[in-house]
Antibody, heavy 122, light 108 residues
């Protein structure tokens, strides 16, 4: 069974750096076609894609947030980590990790984590 | 960057209705479009990939069509479990992705 689970702080202060971890099971982060993205959703708003990492460690970032984001993976721990610097109250959102479905590139997100709520407030 | 525009933003319908949601891309994305269903407090669920491919386990009342810049998601006979928000997502610019603004399907 393929699962993804996000973890990280519930509350961060403005200007701090957020670190989120996505722990995956049921598939490998180091081979195959399936990458992992981070996606967020502010309260009552639409989904926003943030960053993606491939099995070969290639990375891609949202143009608007690129300077603040870093995505990485620890294959031995089956974890994908997202850091976002200089947090602002506007970054308050549910943060999801999601896997691209197997069966070729490009592809959609077939498995999502449950999401983790992050609130930015002093 | 590609922009994705969904319409309508809210749709009121009754059980049994045929429902159609439209998604327009700011430039051609071929068939690289997905549709997701999201219920309150839950993660999105993949319904349709590659514009018209039905994800495994998704009821056949859901269908997708379109190519280029205009796409539709159709629910042939709306069921109580289908009241939710629906998002389109392009992946032509993979590994960059863009979501639409969402369409909330409400009970009429």
């Amino acid at each position: 069974q393929v699962t993804l689970k996000e973890s990280g702080p519930v509350l961060v202060k403005p200007t701090e750096t957020l670190t989120l971890t996505c722990t995956v099971s049921g598939f490998s982060l180091s081979n195959g076609e399936m990458g992992v993205s981070w996606i967020r959703q502010p309260p009552g708003k639409a989904l926003e894609w943030l960053a993606h990492i491939f099995p070969n460690d290639r990375r891609s970032y949202s143009t608007s947030l690129k300077i603040r984001l870093t995505i990485s993976k620890d294959t031995s721990k089956s974890q994908v980590v997202l850091t976002m610097t200089n947090m602002d109250p506007l970054d308050t959102a549910i943060y999801y990790c999601a896997r691209t479905r197997p069966g070729g590139i490009p592809n959609a997100f077939d498995i999502w984590g449950q999401g983790t709520v992050v609130t930015v407030s002093s | 960057d590609i922009q994705m525009t969904q319409s309508p933003s809210t749709l009121s319908a009754s059980v049994g209705d045929r429902v159609t949601i439209t998604c327009r891309a700011s430039q051609s994305i071929s068939i690289w479009l997905a549709w997701y269903q999201q219920k309150p407090g839950k993660a999105p669920k993949l319904l349709i990939y590659k514009a018209s491919g039905l994800e495994s386990g998704v009821p056949s009342r859901f269908s997708g069509s379109g190519s280029g810049t205009e796409f539709t998601l159709t629910i042939s006979s709306l069921q109580p479990d289908d009241f939710a928000t629906y998002y389109c997502q392009e992946y032509e610019s993979y590994p960059d992705f863009t979501f639409g603004g969402g369409t909330k399907v409400e009970i009429k």
